[in-house]
């Protein structure tokens, strides 16, 4: 399966407690992104890559939260001292960006379900 | 207002009937436009682009009201497989971050 792969697909956490997720992105695409989900809701973005550079991070990212991508690969999402509103579906997506070219598809991965106790 | 606002449904349709969504928004400036679909538990995936000139796929046709600002999915002769959340998506004008709307809960009835 060449498509966006993330690990783990489920969670369970006490509150306090770190979380790290991982995000393998399609192998040529250079942008990475991170969603968060609740029921019932779309996704929210939380913050993108191209590369190895973090370009934009939301507002919904506080401190506790902190993302890497250090060798513009795979990607991961660190949760600090967890609280029970950070349960939430995590989805990571990846696109190819060329050149200035405008729209670009993003591709999701099946996410992974944090659940915060 | 709300920067991508759809009617949450849910919608119930029988088998082989049409049904439409629509989906505002409220930057004028935007450029793209995207429907995505998304089954229960699952990732969302990309169902169509949004043109300027509304666009056809099979059975789904997407237009787009940029005077109006709202985006539309037609969806034809519906079949139980068209079962789904369909989630607008309107990144803002310049910026590469998908905005997605509630979605919309679509159920096609046997």
């Not at chain 1, 609280?83 to 200035?100: K, N, V």
């Not at chain 2, 207002?1 to 029988?14: A, C, H, I, L, S």
Request: hydrophobic share 30%; net charge positive.
């Amino acid at each position: 399966d060449t498509g966006v792969s993330q690990d783990p697909r489920h969670k369970i956490t006490k509150r306090g407690q770190n979380v790290t997720f991982r995000c393998d992105p399609i192998s040529e695409h250079n942008r990475l992104y991170w969603y968060r989900q609740t029921l019932g809701q779309g996704p929210e973005f939380l913050t993108y890559f191209q590369n190895e550079a973090q370009l934009e991070k939301s507002r919904l990212l506080s401190d506790r939260f902190s993302a890497e991508r250090p060798k513009g690969s795979f990607s991961t999402l660190e949760i600090q001292r967890t609280e029970q509103g950070d349960s939430a579906m995590y989805l990571c997506a990846s696109s190819l960006r060329r050149g200035s070219g405008g729209g670009n598809e993003q591709f999701f991965g099946p996410g992974t379900r944090l659940t915060v106790l | 207002r709300k920067e991508v606002e759809q009617d949450p449904g849910p919608f119930n349709v029988p088998e082989g009937a049409t049904v439409a969504f629509n989906c505002t928004y409220s930057n004028s400036a935007s450029q793209s436009f995207f429907w995505y679909r998304q089954d229960c538990r699952k990732e969302p995936k990309l169902l169509m682009s949004v043109y300027s000139s509304g666009n056809e796929d099979g059975r789904f046709t997407a237009q787009l009201n940029r005077a109006s600002q709202y985006i539309s999915l037609l969806i034809r002769d519906s079949k139980l497989s068209d079962s789904a959340t369909y989630l607008c998506v309107v990144p803002p004008s310049g910026n590469e971050k998908l905005t997605f709307g509630t979605g919309t809960r679509l159920t096609i009835i046997p």
